[in-house]
């Protein structure tokens, strides 16, 4: 699985400290001056206090790339992020390539996983030499098979995400997805994302 960051909201940090300063100041944000220490301290306290809608404001974009439809099927769930997924109706899946996940904890079954997605990966292309179009044919195709979709959470809605599925409650597979969001994150707002990691996970 890849993870790639293909936008995120410029000066992130500053933007949501200007809203928060801009709650509480006479002046409008467009007019507030802060530090960087009053940036750190502003997001420490809108985060404390729950005033969460100023992390509203700042948002990434991920290019995922590689993932299983039992992942993407569990990832928009998340209702107030936005997503594009590759379509199986338009493109055709290249089975002579790496096109399935192989979940980490049927290692011990590879080969018998492995022989029963070749014969899958036989009959799907078996339907479409026989005309059958891509969008009917995928019909046959496991939850494993490989995807890429792009996703865009502002900070919120990520802190919410990734404290859901960082837990040992998640599966494997979201939960190494969500660690490789986090440390992309905590390179673009670091202030904001200091407090996830292992120890600060939701359990549910
Ligand atoms: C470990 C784990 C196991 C799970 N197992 C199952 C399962 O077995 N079956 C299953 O169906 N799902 C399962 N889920 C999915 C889960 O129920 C949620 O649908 C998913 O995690 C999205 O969470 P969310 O609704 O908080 O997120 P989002 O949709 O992103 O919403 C964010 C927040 O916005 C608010 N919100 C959004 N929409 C509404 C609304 N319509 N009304 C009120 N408030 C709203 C809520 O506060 C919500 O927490 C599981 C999730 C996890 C993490």
């Known amino acids: 699985m890849e993870v790639k960051v293909l936008r995120s909201t410029p000066f992130p940090e500053e933007l949501i400290a200007k809203a928060m300063r801009g709650c509480r100041s006479i002046k409008s944000a467009y007019n507030l001056v802060l530090t960087q220490d009053d940036i750190q301290r502003l997001i420490r306290v809108a ?35 936005s997503y594009s997924q590759q379509s199986l109706r338009r493109v055709k899946v290249d089975n002579s390539t790496d096109w399935y996940v192989l979940p980490k904890t049927l290692e011990s079954h590879k080969r018998d996983f492995s022989n029963l997605l070749y014969l899958i990966g036989q009959a799907y292309n078996g339907l479409i030499k026989k005309g059958v179009s891509v969008e009917s044919a995928r019909y046959i195709l496991p939850m494993a098979v490989k995807s890429n979709i792009v996703i865009t959470m502002n900070f919120r809605e990520l802190r919410h995400f990734l404290k859901l599925r960082l ?34 996970v939701q359990s549910i």
Request: aromatic share 4%; glycine share 6%.
């Open 47 to 81: 985060i404390k206090m729950g005033h969460e809608s100023v992390l509203e404001h700042a948002s990434i974009t991920f290019g995922v790339e590689g993932v299983s439809r039992v992942l993407t099927h569990q990832l928009v769930r998340h209702r107030l992020a």
């Open 167 to 200: 837990s040992p409650d998640a599966e494997w597979e979201i939960r190494e997805m969500a660690q490789l969001m986090l440390s992309e994150a905590k390179k673009i707002a670091p202030t904001v994302f200091e407090d996830l990691g292992d120890k600060n």
